[in-house]
């Protein structure tokens, strides 16, 4: 009778040695996943789905656009992100969206006023979140519309934070008939040992209907 008491409570002690280590394995799996997700969105890079081979190396789609203080606006979906998604859809690259900690007026005039205050002032406004990891990638695309002649100082403070010498970066814009106002030579002189690329201006009008052109554009530099 002895033998069977103790030979019984050896096999509870072993159920519930068995059961308290596998709560302990499955707090610790939630923990290291939640640790990720939370890696992940703080980096605030859309990774790409799909994978182009295509010779350019890993290819990155930087891009600040606006829905609200646009001329026409309010729109569902920016005009510089429509142009940044079409070129995401042609490579298969990531993308990242730069967005301002402080967020710019609704108003159009009163967001031509700042734009064009900021940059008499040589501004360099704060980005909300991380910055991407630049270094993994060979191509860079810098997209905007364009503020009095080159890119919303908010895309400079971008410039000012990362390094892209030695990669291929090119630009893209949306604009009222400005073209890609200076934002090509912005580039060359920021990054002098960057290869920086034809880029492509699009009117903002036109965005919505302009993926055959930036294809078109794209096909042209090899992509």
Not at 4 to 13: G, H
Not at 17 to 40: C, D, F, P
Not at 43 to 64: A, D, E, I, P, W
Not at 167 to 194: C, D, R, W
């Amino acid at each position: 009778m002895r033998k069977r008491i103790i030979a019984f409570i050896s096999v509870i002690v072993v159920i519930l040695v068995a059961v308290v280590g596998y709560n302990l394995y499955n707090n610790r799996q939630t923990r290291s996943n939640s640790s990720t997700v939370g890696r992940q969105s703080s980096q605030q890079v859309t990774r790409s789905k799909t994978t182009k081979s295509n010779g350019n190396g890993k290819t990155l789609v930087v891009y600040f656009s606006r829905k609200e203080g646009v001329s026409g606006g309010p729109l569902k979906v920016g005009n510089t992100k429509v142009i940044a998604d079409y070129i995401q859809q042609h490579t298969g690259a990531d993308e990242y969206e730069i967005k301002a900690a402080k967020s710019y007026p609704k108003g159009y005039q009163a967001t031509a006023d700042q734009a064009q205050k900021e940059q008499e002032n040589n501004a360099r406004p704060k980005i909300k979140g991380s910055l991407p990891d630049v270094s993994k990638y060979d191509t860079v695309f810098v997209g905007a519309p364009v503020w009095w002649g080159e890119y919303p100082m908010i895309v400079r403070t971008f410039l000012d934070a990362t390094d892209l010498n030695g990669k291929t970066v090119i630009p893209f814009t949306t604009h009222m008939g400005s073209g890609l106002g200076n934002t090509q030579e912005q580039l060359e002189k920021q990054y002098p040992k960057a290869k920086v690329r034809k880029g492509l201006g699009v009117e903002g009008t036109e965005a919505k209907n302009s993926k055959g052109t930036v294809d078109k554009w794209l096909n042209k530099l090899g992509y």
